[in-house]
T-cell receptor, first 109, second 114 residues
Framework: SQKIEQNSEALNIQEGKTATLTCNYT??????LQWYRQDPGRGPVFLLL?????KEKRKERLKVTFDTTLKQSLFHITASQPADSATYLC????????FGAGTRLTVKP | KAGVTQTPRYLIKTRGQQVTLSCSPI?????VSWYQQTPGQGLQFLFE???????NKGNFPGRFSGRQFSNSRSEMNVSTLELGDSALYLC?????????????FGSGTRLTVV
């Protein structure tokens, strides 16, 4: 069966460090992989999309990598700030879009 | 531009009742998807509509249904409510069925079944 796994339910890091979140999938051939941020009680907010033929995508302090051989995406937030604290969701798209369970990131001052 | 609007924001219903939730997508967006979010199951895909046609459906019972109107607005209906239907229901819109610009979500409708 198809599975999307985000490696950690929760991740705590110190302000200024790089946060690295992992998304692994099985039995999928996604055309796109997306990352979203969700704050409590709100809908997810789109951050980045990477296509199956792309290895890396950057946007300001965010970087996403996509390895279709390993079936894995890594999401990095550099120079993290307390305001980056949120749940981060990966989503795979191929006909429809399915989400991982999310990783709750806490950045401590 | 206006975001995705979901109404109502909060709803309390009793078991056995039915409920209709509404979603107005961003102007120009033709695809609307619905998700159920619970603490235990995370975000689960319900269905997607594009140009008034259901394109895909998730693994939910037939009590969950939806539709899309010609102006792209969408409604979802849940009949014979059960306690387990208590959740945050989210709607997302995109320009097309496979969006390279990501999906825009509404703030959701918090449904509580008592």
């Amino acid at each position: 069966s198809q599975k999307i796994e985000q490696n950690s339910e929760a991740l705590n890091i110190q302000e200024g460090k790089t946060a690295t979140l992992t998304c692994n999938y099985t039995n999928y051939s996604p055309a796109y992989l997306q990352w979203y941020r969700q704050d409590p009680g709100r809908g997810p907010v789109f951050l980045l999309l990477i296509r199956e033929n792309e290895k890396e995508k950057r946007k300001e302090r965010l970087k996403v990598t996509f390895d279709t051989t390993l079936k894995q995406s890594l999401f990095h937030i550099t120079a993290s700030q307390p305001a980056d604290s949120a749940t981060y969701l990966c989503a795979l798209e191929n006909n429809d879009m399915r989400f991982g369970a999310g990783t709750r990131l806490t950045v401590k001052p | 531009k206006a975001g995705v609007t979901q109404t109502p924001r909060y709803l309390i219903k009793t078991r056995g009742q039915q409920v209709t939730l509404s979603c107005s997508p961003i102007s120009g967006h033709r695809s609307v998807s619905w998700y159920q979010q619970t603490p235990g199951q995370g975000l689960q895909f319900l269905f997607e509509y594009f140009s008034e046609t259901q394109r895909n459906k998730g693994n939910f019972p037939g009590r969950f249904s939806g539709r899309q109107f010609s102006n792209s607005r969408s409604e979802m209906n849940v009949s014979t409510l059960e306690l387990g239907d208590s959740a945050l229901y989210l709607c997302a819109s995109s320009l097309d069925t496979v969006s390279s610009y990501g999906y825009t979500f509404g703030s959701g409708t918090r449904l509580t079944v008592v």
